[in-house]
């Protein structure tokens, strides 16, 4: 990744960003942070539903990032999901962690931009396009995990199926998710 590749561009290259942090370069984990923040906190925000919270997964995921650069492999999926991944499990980790009561108080959604709404809004319709390609069983597994938070055992037993098949229609479904998208 060269320090000329913005953090706003269409061009941008996650796994080098990923290779360069890697290699110390603290401008990738800037140029990641930089075009990728707003939607790393929604993700935790959606989990966590508190602001401060949110704040501090998305401030130690990122710290992840940074530290355990050189553990990504290409061949186990895409560098941004992988660092989507990192800020997910991080937000979850805190989630069981502070595991009390929310008050109405601390539920608060970001402030986004008109253009931000705009480009959300795209992406939410592009991944609800492929959402509904996908069937019935591996769509529901990947919500309740990606979206609800639970574990792979809890949606077993919710869906009252294996876990080995939970896991299987997961990682499927999020491979026909990737193809989709991309």
């Given amino acids: 990744m060269t320090s000329q590749v913005s953090a706003s561009g269409e061009d941008f290259d996650y796994e080098e ?5 890697a290699r110390g370069e603290q401008f990738a984990l800037q140029a990641i942070y930089a ?16 602001r401060e919270l949110a704040e501090e997964a998305l401030q130690d995921g990122m710290v992840k990032v940074w530290s355990r650069a050189r553990m990504y492999s290409p061949a186990l ?5 992988w660092v989507y991944t990192i800020v997910r499990n991080q937000a979850l980790n805190l989630l069981r962690k502070n595991a009390h009561e929310t008050s109405s108080e601390d539920l608060v959604l970001p402030e986004l931009s008109e253009e931000d709404n705009q480009e959300l809004a795209q992406e939410a319709g ?4 492929c959402l509904g390609h996908l069937d019935e ?12 938070g639970y574990t792979h055992e809890q949606i077993a037993q919710r ?5 080995g098949s939970v896991k299987s229609w997961i990682r499927r479904g999020l491979l026909k998710l990737k193809e989709c998208l991309s």
Avoid: H, Q
């Fill in 17 to 21: 960003a990923v290779m360069a942090c």
């Fill in 35 to 50: 075009r990728d923040g707003r939607w790393l906190y929604a993700v935790a925000l959606r989990i966590l539903k508190r």
């Fill in 77 to 81: 999926g895409s560098a941004r999901g």
């Fill in 126 to 129: 592009r991944l609800n396009r």
């Fill in 137 to 148: 069983a591996k769509r529901n597994a990947i919500m309740l995990a990606f979206v609800e």
């Fill in 159 to 163: 869906l009252n199926t294996p876990l």
